[in-house]
């Protein structure tokens, strides 16, 4: 049996620029199944929260521990961009290539791209350039080729800011199909609707420290600082 790569356990992790503080110190544990949301407002350090998780952002102070070594647990995690970058590639060969840089033989690994990118919805644009999708068209794509390589761990950042309604729809679908496969899901969301429809728990950010981890239900509807009551009502939080 694989050995998992959660738990992740985060003690006393600070990300700094240029000696300022941006988040920290942060104390978190990411266990088991489902689906976490990242809340807070406008620069509360839900972005490079996700980073630090991902390993994108080194701890200027405290740290991170996977179950299993960071070079091992590295290649078994993915993270999609909120604006993902598309290469001058089909959408077959831009899902392909996630494969072909793990050592995958070209026509296997086209073969599953058409698969995922059908799964994805993507299924009319196999030979179409990435970079000529729409908003909604992009970030499946970059979705399929986060998921194509199944990693345990999927990283989010707002994939469905400025997505229409059937669009988030259709984005929520795959994440949802995702997470029934076994997926762990982090994401950071301003859709409050978006989360309450998702989150199996939260994680409310403010001023760069986690102020709230709660389950889901119980976060909705008896938050357990007056903050995240405030932020639920949308009332402006600082
Ligand atoms: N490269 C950087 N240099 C300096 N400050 C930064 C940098 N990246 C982020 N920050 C600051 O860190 C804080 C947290 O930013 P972050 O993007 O993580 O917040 P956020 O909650 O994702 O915001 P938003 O909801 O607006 O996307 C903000 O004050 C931001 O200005």
């Not at 989010?156 to 994440?175: H, K, M, S, V």
Request: glycine share 10%; charged share 25%; proline share 4%.
């Amino acid at each position: 049996m694989v050995t998992s790569i959660l738990p992740l356990r985060i003690h006393a992790a600070e990300v700094k620029r240029r000696g300022t503080r941006l988040i920290g110190p942060i104390d978190l544990t990411l266990g088991g199944t489902g689906i976490t949301i990242v809340l807070g407002p406008n620069g509360s350090g839900k972005t490079t929260l996700l980073r630090l998780l991902h390993g994108l952002e080194r701890p200027a102070h405290g740290g991170l521990d996977w179950s299993i070594p960071e070079e091992e647990a590295r290649g078994r995690r993915s993270f999609v961009f909120q604006t993902p970058t598309m290469m001058r590639r089909s959408v077959t060969d831009c899902i392909a290539y996630a494969l072909r840089v793990a050592g995958t033989k070209r026509a296997e690994a086209r073969a599953r791209a058409r698969e995922m990118a059908s799964q994805v919805g993507l299924g009319h644009a196999l030979d179409r350039s990435a970079q000529v999708l729409s908003g909604g068209e992009k970030q499946k794509l970059a979705l399929a080729r986060a998921l194509i390589r199944e990693p345990e761990v999927l990283f989010l950042d707002e994939p469905c800011a400025n997505l229409d309604g059937r669009a988030t729809r259709e984005i929520e679908t795959i994440l949802t199909d995702a997470k029934s496969r076994g997926t762990r899901i982090v994401m950071s969301t301003h859709d409050l609707g978006q989360a309450a429809r998702l989150a199996d728990e939260i994680v409310f950010m403010l001023n760069g420290c986690v102020r709230e981890l709660n389950v889901a239900g119980t976060f909705f509807e008896t938050p357990a600082t007056p903050e995240a009551h405030a932020f639920l009502n949308g009332q402006i939080v600082e």
